[in-house]
């Protein structure tokens, strides 16, 4: 018990430290407000028992998820098991010195038996649900620029395979909550035109063929409506519509609309825009209704907004030279924290974790980020540039 | 309270449950993952699977609060590939902009009106505009930037005199370079929109 309590006290002067930390490489924060992204130290876990693919699979889920692989002397949980066979798996608590859950796990694949193990580890821990067994999609284009395919994958890059085989300009792919099935923006029939793919079944339709521009497609939280760039008027905007592509309605008008996202209660859509000449995200009802701009003071050309499925942050891109991927509170209480370089951050389900493209030479590859530890490991890519990854959405 | 009344001893009985299995020692309890690797995802295969193009039903209330720009609404009543494509007629007015501009220079009027004369040489013939970015910029602010171009030339072929229902945009982001270097002179060239004559399909 003393231990315990030792232990939490030590947590919390890091945690204070952390927050001093974070103020000196950021802008003036108020000191009325506490800095709710200042890192948090990752938890130290120690492994042992696991060889090869089930290691990797353990490691990478973890890291992305906030914990740190260190010797079982300075570690906090113990992960230890075998994976001569099927994966099985005991996680210890060494402070409190007691088994968390052991666990066989079989079917699928070996590398799935290690996902499930990893999500077990930080549910076990966390709370929270894992992400192991969540996909993105993304897209791919072998020459760097034009033509490319539209893909799925597992979260961490493995197991990808493309859904289309057109050989046309593809962009922004984007998951129906809880479905097998995106909207993303293909050139195939000669424009930019937003199409709905249902994944189970194969078949298509397209969502946005109206002359001019139809692109960036985001899907609201229940799946009913869709957020889109249209530029029917004459001025390229946000417009939302039904699912079936009925109920068109025009819901910005500024002059430089791009990059819409819905908040997770679907009242709100947030885009970048410019105003006053200056680069601005903004929220609007997704109803209609005035337009609120973010305060994003401190970073500039925002651009690419997503809203966490919780609805506490709002992750982005900024270009200042060079991108960088950014999260600010969603209730606009903080300036944003500038976390690695990149771009097109899409939230995993679980609302700590980006997945996100950067440049590698002339080329981009997908990363993923745990965002309160600025842990973040590269995925394998398909040859090419690989970039607009979109997570699935769970709930 | 309904819901609770089901729920509240579901939890009991899958944490009494928990507890037995979890104090076993020695015997971990499995987790069976179910089915193949993934769920299915079946490839669309072709083109053939695709809707044929078609102009859009575009008889719904569209809501707008808008100041339209110059170059007032695009109808959907005809669509390029309509058309066949004629793109070396144009190809020496290409119109550049400076870097994350949608402004039209001081300097391209001569090429605003070689292609304004040549579409009133021939009042069957149409126009495709497709505007264009250099590579820096986020994908989807290219996109739009790249139809902001295409829109920016629109409406200066429109204060010359043209029909805007003779013109259509269509932007590839930094999609389609003219160059594809990674130097300002390349940028240079790519930040542009070129001008696309379209003629009538025989027997059209």
Known sequence: ?395 | MKMNRIIFPLVLALVATMSVTGCKKGQPKTTIIPGPRQAPIVDTGNQNTLPNSQPFNDNQNVQSNDKQPGGGPLPDNWTPDMMLRDPAALAANTIHFAFDSAVIKQGEEANISAVASALSANMNDRLLIEGNCDERGTEEYNRALGERRALAAREALVKAGVDANRIRTISYGKDKPADPGHDAAAWAKNRRDDFILLHPKPGV
């Not at chain 1, 549910?123 to 993304?138: D, L, P, R, S, Y």
């Not at chain 1, 997704?286 to 500039?300: D, F, I, K, P, R």
């Not at chain 1, 398909?382 to 769970?394: D, I, Y």
Request: net charge neutral; charged share 20%; hydrophobic share 35%.
């Open chain 1, 1 to 395: 018990m003393k231990k315990t309590i030792t232990t939490l006290l030590a947590l919390g002067l890091l945690c204070a430290a952390s927050i001093n930390t974070m103020g000196d490489d950021e802008v003036t924060i108020p000191t009325k407000y506490i800095n709710i992204l200042g890192q948090t130290k990752p938890i130290p876990v120690a492994m042992s028992g696991f060889t090869g693919e089930t290691a990797d699979v353990l490691k990478f889920d973890l890291t992305v998820q906030g914990f740190t692989f260190v010797s079982p002397d300075t570690a906090q949980y113990l992960i230890s098991g075998s994976d001569s066979g099927d994966v099985t798996g005991t996680l210890s608590d060494k402070i409190a010195q007691k088994v968390k859950f052991s666990r066989g796990y079989n079917g699928a694949t070996k590398r799935r038996q290690a996902h499930a193990f990893a999500d077990d580890i930080v549910e076990a821990i966390t709370g929270k649900k894992g992400i192991g067994e969540t996909k993105i999609a993304f897209k791919d284009q072998p020459t760097g620029y034009g033509p490319g395919e539209i893909y799925v994958a597992d979260f961490d890059g493995h197991n990808a395979r493309p859904v289309t085989t057109d050989g046309a300009i593809v962009a922004k792919p984007a998951w129906v909550p809880r479905q097998l099935a995106l909207y993303y923006t293909s050139y195939a029939r000669g424009n930019p035109d937003i199409f709905y793919h249902n994944l189970t079944d194969g078949q298509r339709r397209v969502l946005a063929g109206y002359s001019g521009l139809n692109t960036s497609a985001a899907v609201s939280p229940d799946g009913s409506k869709i957020a889109m760039v249209l530029d029917k008027t004459g001025s390229v905007n946000v417009w939302t519509c039904n699912a079936d592509g009925s109920n068109l309605r025009h819901v910005t008008s500024g002059i430089e609309d791009s990059s819409p996202c819905w908040s997770p209660n679907g009242r709100w859509i947030c885009y970048a825009t410019k105003v006053n000449s200056r680069r601005r995200l903004a929220k609007v009802p997704a109803a209609g209704g005035a337009v609120q701009y973010l305060n994003t003071a401190g970073v500039s050309n925002p651009t690419e907004p997503d809203w966490s499925p919780d609805g506490k942050y709002i992750a982005f891109t900024s270009q200042m030279g060079d991108f960088s991927i950014c999260v600010m509170p969603a209730d606009g209480s903080q300036t944003p924290t500038v976390l690695v370089s990149g771009q097109n951050p899409s939230w995993s389900p679980n609302s700590r974790t980006l997945v996100y493209n950067h440049a590698v030479g002339h080329r981009q590859i997908l990363s993923v980020l745990d965002v309160f530890t600025k842990q973040y490991k590269d995925c394998p890519h398909v040859p090419g540039s690989n970039s607009q990854p979109a997570w699935e959405r769970k709930d």
